[in-house]
């Protein structure tokens, strides 16, 4: 039986607060064309105050320079969603908060607002955890507003499991 379109992302926040309350860590979003969705599938699951620190809506560039610290001139030069910025809103998460993981998104969700160099569908994420690792990923997602954003919301979720998944095996 295939899971209804919100039912997976609880499922994966879900496993995602499970993996981190294991392990006494917390995790922070930042997010832009999803405004907040990361967060709000995360503090569905009862509980998540044990492993969920908060989550930043930085949607205008003003907002992600004054509440995550991105450059005027990494906006001026690869606009908000790029690798350049994506990386420095999950710097940025980290650095404000006293989370040990964060997720940054910033894309075109659509309908309008695409270029030929980042159609509709364009997202960035970024990645950030203990000792400095991170992870960047341009997503190219099909569909309407809503399917795009549902696949950022996905990717973002999956992105930290399978982080979390293979910190388990080193360990």
Known sequence: MALGMDEDLDVLAARLGEALRERGQRLATAESCTGGWVAKVCTDIAGSSDWFECGLVSYSNRSK????GVAATTLATHGAVSRETVLEMVQGALARTQADWAVAIS???GPGGGTPDKPVGTVWLAWAGPDGWQETLCGHFPGDREAVRHASVRTALGGLLERLAHEACDE
């Open 65 to 68: 320079q004054a509440l995550l």
């Open 107 to 109: 894309g075109i969700a």
